[in-house]
């Protein structure tokens, strides 16, 4: 069984819904995929894949986002 299986449905969504508040932030503030995976130091494919709610980034990771975006990290991850 794959790990991905394993994951509740509740966990995806919400997942899902911190990729998504990620890309409103990031358009609001006209930057591009590939500025923001360049200001952290990530491959633009792994920054979309978060965006896209298929990865689980690390607490850091969620923090250089909303630095590299200029949002609260909270504004991230708001429910």
């Not at 709610?53 to 990290?73: H, K, M």
């Amino acid at each position: 069984m794959s790990r991905a299986a394993q994951i509740p449905d509740h966990v995806l969504a919400r997942r899902r819904r911190i990729g998504e508040q990620t890309r409103a932030a990031r358009l609001e503030r006209n930057l591009t995929q590939e500025q923001v995976a360049l200001r952290i130091g990530m491959d633009r494919a792994s920054y979309v894949r978060i965006e896209q709610g298929q990865a689980s980034p690390l607490l850091d990771t969620l923090i250089l986002i909303a630095d590299a975006i200029g949002v609260p990290l909270a504004h991230l991850v708001r429910e």
